[in-house]
């Protein structure tokens, strides 16, 4: 009970403010459609955020203070592209100069104490492809018919598994920020489902695969989630890129089926998180 | 004349050393780091760092010439509880793979020989702010291998959110308490 008195508030509070924006921008802003998503989604995470760990500091102190500032750098790269509009390369190379920057960043302490700067920018720019190609599948998707909802129902487990695996490592602060993620992810998917407004979450892969990996890169590195719990929960997206079935099947058929092909590597990285946690003492 | 000399060197070698401030390294089998906060409002746990380095210059005479350097390895943290303990080394609290060690370094001492007032700057998470604590200096003798040991302790309270540390504000309470008892070999 007090796990969840502390969890809710942050949750409920992040995917009101996320769903509240979604809504109004579908009704009344409609010309902010392509990163609409972006915008929402961001702003659910960053008050969520601040409600569970207070305001981040600039420039900040550790790990998890770079997760605000991922946020507000997701919203702003969705922005900028929806403005702009540059090409696929320019935007791909672009962000794969963010995520190497964003990678160096939070893997900074690793840098201070462990690794030398060779074998650290080796890490970094691996870790940043791994990052890149998240979000690629993410995009890709978001990009498939029913594509929307099918990105916030593989995110909403995503993140539900990786709260749950972030917990049993030890760390409830990481387990509730995917807790934010989790519940804003399936606000706005319910929303799309409820509502036949055009809800778009445009370009909100950015944005959620720079969060969702900087809570797995501080859980692996920071805390004490399992190397294959961090792994599979990185992989799991690419799964629902296979193919489904026939074509015969119904848009919520293959929504189904995608989430729950999602599902399987998550759960798996929750079992194997919660087979390497100590035993409890009580 | 030479006799004479040797006794002069003599006196004046005992004077000296007699003068002079007393370097303690600090003993991590017999030092302590204990601490105690607040559960869920109902009473305190309690908790301890098993690993301690550092040294400590003591000047009788003159205490002002003394000095603290104090450096704990956070990742000795025990509470004799395992999950609690890797809670409490996670980014949650003290982010122990991002600040492995809280160190005092003194920049002041003042008072009388015995119970020195000592400040300095306390390093936890990553953050630094001013303390300062009346250390009570306990005794002095031979330990078993014939080496000169002193030592003493302070008690002490802090705001962990001083530190950084807010997660868990009310069901963990904010004031830390803090026992520091050292025992030192001179050097």
């Not at chain 1, 794969?96 to 920018?121: D, N, V």
């Not at chain 2, 020989?113 to 009570?136: A, E, M, N, W, Y």
Request: proline share 5%.
């Amino acid at each position: 009970m007090q796990l969840l008195k502390q969890m809710l508030p942050s949750a409920a509070l992040a995917a009101a403010i996320a769903a509240a924006l979604l809504f109004i921008f579908a009704r009344w802003w409609k010309s902010a459609s392509r990163c609409a998503g972006a915008i929402a989604i961001g702003a659910g995470y960053v008050a969520g955020h601040v409600f569970a760990a207070g305001w981040p500091p600039f420039p900040p102190r550790h790990a998890t203070h770079w997760l605000f500032w991922f946020a507000v750098v997701g919203v702003i790269a969705a922005v900028v592209a929806a403005l702009v509009k540059p090409k696929g390369t320019i935007r791909l190379v672009a962000w794969a100069i963010i995520c190497t920057i964003a990678c160096r960043l939070i893997l900074q302490p690793k840098f201070s104490y462990a690794w030398s700067a060779a074998e650290g920018w080796l890490r970094v720019i691996a870790v940043a492809l791994g990052v890149v190609v998240l979000t690629c599948c993410l995009d890709l998707v978001e990009r498939r018919p029913f594509g929307a909802a099918t990105l916030l129902s593989v995110t909403t487990v995503l993140c539900g598994g990786a709260c749950i695996a972030l917990i049993v490592s030890g760390t409830l602060l990481l387990g509730q920020l995917a807790c934010i993620l989790s519940a804003i992810a399936a606000t706005c998917f319910l929303l799309i489902i409820a509502v036949t407004a055009p809800f778009h979450p445009g370009d909100a892969a950015a944005l959620l695969s720079l969060v969702c990996a900087g809570l797995w890169l501080s859980g692996f590195f920071y805390a004490e989630l399992p190397a294959t719990s961090a792994l599979l929960l990185a992989l799991a997206p690419a799964i629902a890129l296979l193919p489904v079935g026939k074509e015969s099947y119904s848009q919520s058929r293959v929504l189904a089926y995608r989430t729950a092909f999602v599902a399987v590597p998550v759960a798996l990285a929750v079992v194997l998180a919660l087979h390497a946690s100590p035993p409890l003492d009580y | 004349m030479k006799p004479l000399t040797l006794v002069l060197a003599l006196i004046s070698a005992f004077v000296l050393s007699a003068n002079a401030a007393d370097t303690f390294k600090v003993d991590p089998v017999h030092s302590f780091v204990l601490f105690s906060v607040q559960h869920l409002r109902i009473a305190n746990t309690y908790g301890r760092f098993n690993d301690i380095s550092g040294t400590i210059v003591f000047d009788k005479d003159n205490p002002s010439k003394s000095s603290v350097e104090l450096s704990v390895p956070v990742e000795s943290l025990d509470t004799h509880n395992s999950i609690r303990d890797r809670s409490l080394k996670s980014p949650d609290f003290f982010d122990t793979k991002q600040f492995p060690t809280m160190t005092f370094k003194s920049t002041k001492v003042e008072g009388s020989g015995d119970t020195p007032k000592v400040s300095g700057d306390l390093t936890i998470h990553g953050v630094t702010k001013p303390l300062t604590v009346d250390f009570k200096k306990g005794g002095e003798g031979k330990g078993v291998f014939g080496e000169m040991r002193g030592g003493g302790e302070t008690r002490f309270t802090i705001k962990r959110s001083d530190f950084g540390m807010n997660f868990q504000q009310g069901a963990i309470g904010d004031e830390v308490t803090i026992i520091l008892s050292v025992e030192g070999i001179k050097k």
